[in-house]
Structure formats: C-alpha cells, structure tokens
T-cell receptor, first 115, second 111 residues
Framework: DSGVTQTPKHLITATGQRVTLRCSPR?????VYWYQQSLDQGLQFLIQ???????AKGNILERFSAQQFPDLHSELNLSSLELGDSALYFC??????????????FGPGTRLTVL | QKEVEQDPGPLSVPEGAIVSLNCTYSNSAFQYFMWYRQYSRKGPELLMYTYSSGNKEDGRFTAQVDKSSKYISLFIRDSQPSDSATYLCAMSVQGAQKLVFGQGTRLTINP
C-alpha cells in the first residue's frame, strides 16, 4: 500500500457525460500528479499540482481539468466524455516536486469505462 | 518516434533464470531513471531509482544506466513466480517532475 488513495475504483458512464476522480496524497506529500494509462498510449503524464498551484502540464485535453485543494487532495474532472477516454487514471504524490526529482508513489487507480 | 522505447514482450522465462529488461531513449536531457513494477489491476510500484549513469543493486535487482548509448537495463536474478508483472521504465529531466514512461514489458516467470 503506497498511502495514496483514489476514489472511485471503477466508473462506468456514457459519452457526453462528466465525471470527477478524487485523489488523496500520502501524508506530508505536497505534489500530486495525474497520469492516464491506456493500451495503445501506455502511461502518460497529464498534470502536476504542487501545494495548490499548477506546476506542470502534459498531454491533457482541454475537456479535462484538475485542481488541488487546501487539504492537498486533488480532483480530476473529465467532461464531454468520449469512448477514447476509457482508461485507467492514476494519481501519484511526492514530497516536494519542485526543484528536485523525488520519488512518485502511485495510487491504485480509477478505471473509467465510457459506453 | 516515442521519447522512450521499451519492448512490450511478452517475455516468459523459467523460475530461477536471469531476466534482462531494457529501454532506449532519445532525450539526452533525462537525468533520473526509474523502474516500476505493476501487477495486474494495481498501480505502479517503484523498484529502482538511479541518477545519471552507473549501476545500482538492491537484492536480486540491478539497474544499469548507459547515458552515452541512451540505454537502461534492469536485471532480475534468481527470478521468482512472484516477479511476474509488467515492468515499466520511466525517466525525467533534472528539475522537472514529469515522468516519461516506456510502454512496459509483461514478464511471466514459470514455476
């Protein structure tokens, strides 16, 4: 158990809908990262937050957005869902995530199925 | 062309064998190299972490980085059925946190 929690474990929804994925980082970690894992693209970085502020952006679609709250938990919002958004979504956390590259610990993931 | 290339396998070996997993990369700015293990329906778990070139050993696992060739390896000695998983290499640039992953190699150790 990495100490990173994600809810829900599974999510089944229809095209065009909007969903919210939630992540709680390890105690003491200030940085949260979101990744998408699909069969064809592998594990891809989406976005990073550090202490409530957006730190880095990767291949995140405009239909997707994220935020980190004062208690450091993070939410990833996916809207206007398409079939191709079906994937595993992982959250990871690390202590700093600012100037130094420290270890990222991954949560168990949320499996999203868009029908 | 992907920044990080990894043979997806699958790779199947008998118990006790030495396993070699490899990744190549194109971005010479990568400084931090990691190997993650992912069991089915679980999140990636960090196995090894190496900064710049060189070797690092941890029990039955050895990670090697050759920056001149842009090539990294993970060796597993005395492989066990519990080592059966997908192994992902990951890299990042110094000062940045974005991890770039390989496609992952699915490994099966047969008893």
């Amino acid at each position: 158990d990495s100490g990173v929690t994600q809810t829900p474990k599974h999510l089944i929804t229809a095209t065009g809908q909007r969903v919210t994925l939630r992540c709680s980082p390890r105690s003491g970690d200030l940085s949260v990262y979101w990744y998408q894992q699909s069969l064809d693209q592998g594990l891809q970085f989406l976005i990073q937050y550090y202490n409530g502020e957006e730190r880095a952006k990767g291949n995140i679609l405009e239909r997707f957005s994220a935020q980190q709250f004062p208690d450091l938990h993070s939410e990833l919002n996916l809207s206007s869902l398409e079939l191709g958004d079906s994937a595993l979504y992982f959250c990871a956390s690390s202590v700093v995530g600012a100037e130094l590259t420290d270890t990222q610990y991954f949560g168990p993931g949320t499996r999203l199925t868009v029908l | 062309q992907k920044e990080v290339e990894q043979d997806p396998g699958p790779l199947s070996v008998p118990e006790g064998a030495i396993v070699s997993l490899n990744c190549t990369y194109s971005n010479s700015a990568f400084q931090y190299f990691m190997w993650y293990r992912q069991y089915s329906r679980k999140g990636p778990e960090l196995l090894m972490y190496t900064y710049s070139s060189g070797n690092k050993e941890d029990g039955r696992f050895t990670a090697q980085v050759d920056k001149s060739s842009k090539y990294i390896s993970l060796f597993i000695r005395d492989s066990q059925p519990s080592d059966s998983a997908t192994y992902l290499c990951a890299m990042s640039v110094q000062g940045a946190q974005k991890l770039v992953f390989g496609q992952g190699t699915r490994l099966t150790i047969n008893p």
